[in-house]
Nanobody, 123 residues
Framework: QVQLVESGGGLVQAGGSLRRSCAAC????????MGWFRQAPGKEREFVAH????????YYADSVKGRFAISRDHAKNTVDLEMNSLKPEDTAVYYC????????????????WGQGTQVTVFS
């Protein structure tokens, strides 16, 4: 069974940092992009960052560029999201996602989703 299992996240003061981790299991993801989306209350789910499983071709949403970093831990077989200089507007449920390389990395092109975890940034 294919699973994306998320960990990390939580509550942090503005300016602080959090780390999300996504463990991918159940199949080979070598032909997939891995990344993160988020959804704030009353808003649509939006792209945050993605990378190819090989850790190449990394892209970020403009809203998080320079503050967030996506990476892959080869030993743990996880895709991680380091979130720094957090702002209250970063508050959302964050979702790990996997989509095949030939598809656009948007909500409609995702093949697998993690369970989602709340990240709350207070001022």
């Amino acid at each position: 069974q294919v699973q994306l299992v998320e960990s990390g996240g939580g509550l942090v003061q503005a300016g602080g940092s959090l780390r999300r981790s996504c463990a991918a299991c159940g199949r080979s993801f070598s032909a997939y992009r891995m990344g993160w989306f988020r959804q704030a209350p009353g808003k649509e789910r939006e792209f945050v960052a993605h990378m190819q499983w090989s850790a190449s071709s990394i892209y970020y949403a403009d809203s998080v560029k320079g503050r967030f970093a996506i990476s892959r831990d080869h030993a743990k077989n996880t895709v991680d999201l380091e979130m720094n200089s957090l702002k209250p507007e970063d508050t959302a449920v964050y979702y790990c996602a996997a989509g095949q390389i030939y598809k656009a990395f948007d909500v409609g092109g995702i093949d697998y989703w993690g369970q989602g975890t709340q990240v709350t940034v207070f001022s």
